[in-house]
């Protein structure tokens, strides 16, 4: 049996790739933890509040990843056989947002109203939700969460490299069928888990105010930031020697059909929630817009909309701006600019509402966090082949010029 540093390198062009990629990573989370080490010595408030920001952009990878990688267990669509390595790196750095999560943990008073006594007593309203808006039980649940993301991930990497390295037939089909099962029952923690650290960690930021589509809103972005990241990915990784036999014009409409779906389901949420909030008329929600309408905030989501919603609906409805690498690529890179803009708008609006603020330690922060997760990725992904032998099991022509299994 090959190592794994021999199996990578049966791939040299990939591998290339994927080292620069890393080197990328690595001085990019340089210069952000640089950054980000002065932007919190001149401004610790201006620093806490968008590292959330970064960490809540950011965590949408390995969730996202981790997400479409059990989807892609139950359905064993090609679109996923060609993800699945990149799925199960991405799924697998979810431990180090628990070490991401060490600034927040230390600062609650410094971003959550319910975390400081006097604001809840002033307020009946938190002084309702105080049994379970509370720093201990806030930081037992972000651990709990973290755990279980991780757990998953390491979990469905070790039989998929058991899976992958078993010579015997049953075994390979046992492993297959408890991909499956697992899969089926962690998508289900995964939405549950998912939605209850959105609701701590984004929608607490503004505790009187709630709103029982916004966890699922915020799912439907991770997976279209997530989904775009994977997408570019692809595209970069096309024409190596490791993809360049399964990625074809019809996987990448695959994926752009894919990037479509989740399109539309971020428009449909946030839509959603605007029209039953608004049309409700209730004074203890419509604030949340009102903040996020005001002081050029406006301007934010207007363009959000514009640019991650009617452009790409539009563009993924040809079939040759999916099949075209160049125009999926720009396309790509616009959502991906925009899920920013997006994440920007749902945190920054809760400490400067009614005035748009675009703040330098944002960009920091967010280079400081992006750097690391992409250096973590990137020498996950490359420490295994990209396509594994059940996914290249999944293309007919491969199946046909290997003895027809």
């Given at each position: 049996m090959s190592s794994p540093s021999r199996q990578a390198d049966a791939s040299p062009q990939a591998h290339k790739l994927i080292g620069r990629l890393k080197l990328v990573g690595a001085a990019m989370g340089l210069l952000g933890i640089v950054g980000a080490v002065i932007g919190a010595l001149v401004d610790y408030k201006a620093f806490i509040e968008t590292y959330l920001f970064a960490f809540v952009f950011w965590l949408a990878l390995p969730l996202g990843g981790l997400f479409l990688l059990m989807v892609h267990h139950l359905v064993r669509g090609r679109w996923g056989a060609i993800?699945?390595?990149?799925?199960?790196?991405?799924?697998?750095?979810?431990?180090?947002?628990?070490?991401?999560f060490v600034p927040i943990a230390l600062s609650p008073q410094s971003l959550y109203p319910w975390s400081i006594?006097?604001?809840?007593?002033?307020?009946?309203?938190?002084r309702h939700k105080d049994l379970y808006l509370n720093v201990p039980f806030f930081l037992v649940r972000a651990a709990a969460f973290l755990g279980i993301w991780t757990l998953l991930?390491?979990?469905?990497?070790?039989?998929?490299?058991?899976?992958?390295?078993?010579?015997?037939?049953?075994?390979?089909?046992?492993?297959?069928?408890?991909?499956?099962?697992?899969?089926?029952?962690?998508l289900v923690a995964l939405v549950l888990t998912d939605s209850f650290a959105m609701i701590d960690w984004?929608?607490?930021?503004?505790?009187?105010?709630?709103?029982?589509?916004?966890?699922?809103?915020?799912?439907?972005?991770?997976?279209?930031?997530a989904m775009?990241?994977?997408?570019?990915?692809?595209l970069g990784l096309r024409k190596t020697d490791a993809l360049s036999e399964f990625v074809d014009a019809d996987r990448l409409n695959d994926l752009g059909n894919l990037l479509l779906v989740f399109v539309v389901?971020?428009?449909?949420?946030?839509?959603?929630?605007?029209?039953?909030?608004?049309?409700?008329?209730?004074?203890?929600?419509?604030?949340?817009?009102?903040?996020?309408?005001?002081?050029?905030?406006?301007?934010?989501?207007?363009?959000?909309?514009?640019?991650?919603?009617?452009?790409?609906?539009?563009?993924?409805?040809?079939?040759?701006?999916k099949r075209s690498p160049k125009l999926f690529i720009g396309l790509c890179a616009l959502i991906f600019v925009m899920r920013l803009a997006d994440v920007y708008w749902l945190v920054l609006p809760a400490f400067y509402d009614h005035e748009f603020v675009l703040l330098w330690q944002a960009f920091a922060?967010?280079?400081?966090?992006?750097?690391?997760?992409?250096?973590?990725?990137?020498?996950?992904l490359g420490r295994k082949p990209l396509m594994t032998r059940s996914s290249k099991e999944l293309f007919p022509e491969w199946r046909k010029a290997h003895g027809g299994r």
């Open positions: 993800l699945r390595r990149p799925l199960e790196a991405a799924a697998l750095t979810a431990p180090l947002f628990l070490l991401l006594p006097e604001i809840v007593q002033a307020s009946e309203v938190l991930a390491f979990v469905l990497r070790r039989w998929s490299l058991a899976q992958e390295n078993t010579k015997n037939p049953g075994a390979y089909r046992e492993y297959r069928t408890k991909l499956r099962i697992l899969s089926a029952l962690g984004v929608q607490s930021l503004e505790p009187e105010w709630y709103s029982s589509i916004y966890p699922m809103m915020t799912i439907v972005g991770q997976l279209l930031t775009t990241f994977f997408c570019l990915l692809v389901l971020w428009a449909y949420t946030e839509f959603v929630q605007l029209v039953i909030i608004w049309s409700g008329n209730t004074h203890h929600k419509i604030p949340w817009y009102l903040a996020r309408s005001a002081g050029g905030w406006a301007w934010v989501i207007a363009a959000v909309v514009a640019l991650q919603f009617f452009v790409p609906l539009f563009a993924l409805f040809f079939r040759k701006v922060n967010w280079a400081a966090i992006g750097g690391l997760w992409l250096f973590a990725f990137a020498w996950l």
